[in-house]
């Protein structure tokens, strides 16, 4: 385990693999996973490793072995984000999941060396009524300190049996304090759009959906790479949410490797 102090003095845990400055892979999680309990990322990461790429799993802020007490905004988990970045050295691929892809837009500009974004999955324009409305009924829950009624908030629309799961945690209800950069994110990524949000993205974009999921995700995938000046979308192996660790990790290889979207 490695550890980095951010400017807004979290300390961030993070896991990195392969040869130290070579070009790298940042994953950010989306909503909820540590990186204990997130395997399909961390074996993605090893097989980077083994193929010669560096490649970071971090606890996001106020997860893991990254806790700290009380709501986490934002600004502080792009701060995480850029020290990790600084920390691996080479030229750098913020990989989103799912909610994460916001926040990987939302770091573009705060990663020095960056060499691309590959967005898995992104919830861009999948809200009833959009993402900020969605996220102002989380955030009042939040801040009213309904943390159950803001989990469920933030769930609606999305497989019961994940509510059910996070019930589970030991985390429960508190986890959805470390959910706010998530929300933020989505948001301000609908507000501006995904055309202003992109348009000083000079690396490539690659907008990433599995062969099989959910709806509107291939059409969001589409509409990134369009936004993008340098955007492209691909179906890759994968299914409900969760890429395949092999596919992702030789297609990341790749993308790493040649430094373009080129297949």
Same mark, same amino acid.
């Given at each position: 385990?490695?550890?980095?102090?951010?400017?807004?003095?979290?300390?961030?845990?993070?896991?990195?693999?392969?040869?130290?400055?070579?070009?790298?892979?940042?994953?950010?999680?989306?909503?909820?996973?540590?990186?204990?309990?997130?395997?399909?990322?961390?074996?993605?990461?090893?097989l980077l490793g083994e193929r010669g790429v560096q490649a970071s799993v971090h606890d996001r802020?106020?997860?893991?072995?990254?806790?700290?007490?009380?709501p986490i905004g934002l600004e502080r988990e792009l701060a995480a984000i850029e020290a990790i970045?600084?920390?691996?050295?080479?030229?750098?691929?913020?990989?989103?999941?799912?909610?994460?892809?916001?926040?990987?837009?939302?770091?573009?500009?705060?990663? @020095?060396? !960056? =060499?691309?974004?590959?967005?898995?999955?992104?919830?861009?324009? *999948?809200? $009833?009524?959009? #993402? /900020?409305?969605?996220?102002?009924?989380?955030?009042?829950?939040?801040?009213?300190?309904?943390?159950?009624?803001?989990?469920?908030?933030?769930?609606?629309?999305?497989?019961?049996?994940?509510?059910?799961?996070?019930?589970?945690?030991?985390?429960?209800?508190?986890?959805?304090?470390?959910?706010?950069?998530?929300? @933020?994110? !989505? =948001?301000?990524?609908?507000?501006?759009?995904?055309?202003?949000? *992109?348009? $000083?993205?000079? #690396? /490539?974009?690659?907008?990433?959906?599995?062969?099989?999921?959910?709806?509107?995700?291939?059409?969001?995938?589409?509409?990134?790479?369009?936004?993008?000046?340098?955007?492209?979308?691909?179906?890759?192996?994968?299914?409900?949410?969760?890429?395949?660790?092999?596919?992702?990790?030789?297609?990341?290889?790749?993308?790493?490797?040649?430094?373009?979207?080129?297949?």
């Amino acid at each position: 385990m490695n550890v980095v102090e951010t400017v807004a003095g979290d300390r961030v845990a993070f896991d990195r693999y392969g040869p130290v400055g070579a070009p790298a892979v940042l994953f950010i999680s989306g909503a909820g996973p540590t990186r204990a309990d997130d395997e399909t990322t961390t074996r993605t990461a090893q097989l980077l490793g083994e193929r010669g790429v560096q490649a970071s799993v971090h606890d996001r802020v106020g997860r893991g072995d990254s806790a700290t007490d009380g709501p986490i905004g934002l600004e502080r988990e792009l701060a995480a984000i850029e020290a990790i970045s600084r920390e691996l050295g080479g030229p750098v691929t913020l990989v989103g999941h799912s909610s994460g892809c916001a926040i990987a837009m939302r770091a573009a500009s705060h990663v @020095e060396r !960056l =060499a691309g974004l590959v967005l898995w999955e992104a919830p861009i324009g *999948l809200f $009833d009524g959009g #993402a /900020p409305a969605w996220w102002g009924t989380v955030a009042a829950h939040i801040a009213a300190g309904r943390l159950e009624d803001a989990v469920a908030a933030y769930m609606v629309g999305m497989p019961p049996e994940w509510l059910e799961q996070l019930r589970r945690s030991p985390d429960y209800p508190e986890l959805v304090l470390s959910w706010i950069p998530d929300g @933020e994110a !989505l =948001a301000r990524v609908e507000r501006d759009g995904l055309a202003t949000t *992109l348009r $000083d993205t000079d #690396a /490539p974009v690659l907008a990433l959906v599995g062969t099989e999921t959910f709806p509107g995700m291939s059409e969001t995938a589409a509409d990134i790479a369009t936004a993008a000046p340098h955007g492209s979308h691909e179906e890759l192996a994968g299914a409900w949410h969760e890429w395949d660790a092999e596919a992702m990790a030789t297609r990341l290889a790749r993308f790493v490797g040649c430094g373009s979207l080129e297949r």
